[in-house]
């Protein structure tokens, strides 16, 4: 069985169908202005939700761990999640405020990598986020129980009707832990597949003044 998976994994294709080109030296001068444009071009090239990212954090013991997020918002070199503080997250950024954001859209065999220090937004605009969102979204967050174990599904069914007929009742209901927070990007990397393995790697690093300087990777 086990060689049989390794065949199968062998024998997957990598960056199938047609490409884009990417030239570094025709980049934006910033690393927010080349992502809009990536994640735009992802869009319109049918990526399913090209806006989900792989959030990783540590915690004081220096593990990592690593879980989809949906992102929220580019603005200033900074790219926004949102979440509940109560759970692994949480606990991490609260230790160790800091993180690193990964985008793969395979359409286009590009990846983009973000790393910086994590800060949380107002409880002003965490509110504001919550409340854009869906009504059974915001029913299941209200819950704030994320990440905790669970009994059995009979309970979260029961807990998540509960809560959504609270939504319906007081649609300005938010709970208290949900946070806004900004990745403040130090490094970006973007990355271009190639059929032929010339990949084009191109990073963008902050500098002392706040502003980015461009330096290729080696692929
Ligand atoms: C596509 C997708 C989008 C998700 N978006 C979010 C999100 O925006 N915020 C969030 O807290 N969890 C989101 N999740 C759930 C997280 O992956 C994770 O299970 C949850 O946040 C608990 O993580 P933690 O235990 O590390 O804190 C999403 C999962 C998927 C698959």
Known sequence: ???????????????????????????????????????????????????????????????????????????????QFASDSGGVKGRNLAERPYAALTFYWPELARQVRVRGPVTPESAEASRADFLARGVGARAESLLARQSQPLDDLASRDAAVAVSLARVEEDPGLAPEGWRLLTVRAESVEFWQGDKERRHTRLAYLRTGDGSWRRQLLWP
Do not use: Y
């Open 1 to 79: 069985m086990a060689g049989d998976l390794r065949q199968v994994l062998r024998g997957i294709e990598v960056f199938a169908g047609e490409l884009p080109l990417f030239d570094p030296n025709a980049a934006p001068a910033t690393p927010d202005e080349l992502f809009t444009e990536w994640l735009l071009h992802a869009l319109e090239a049918g990526v399913r939700e090209p806006h989900a990212m792989t959030l990783s954090t540590a915690g004081a013991d220096g593990n990592p761990t690593a879980r989809v997020l949906i992102l929220k918002n580019v603005e200033a070199g900074g790219w």
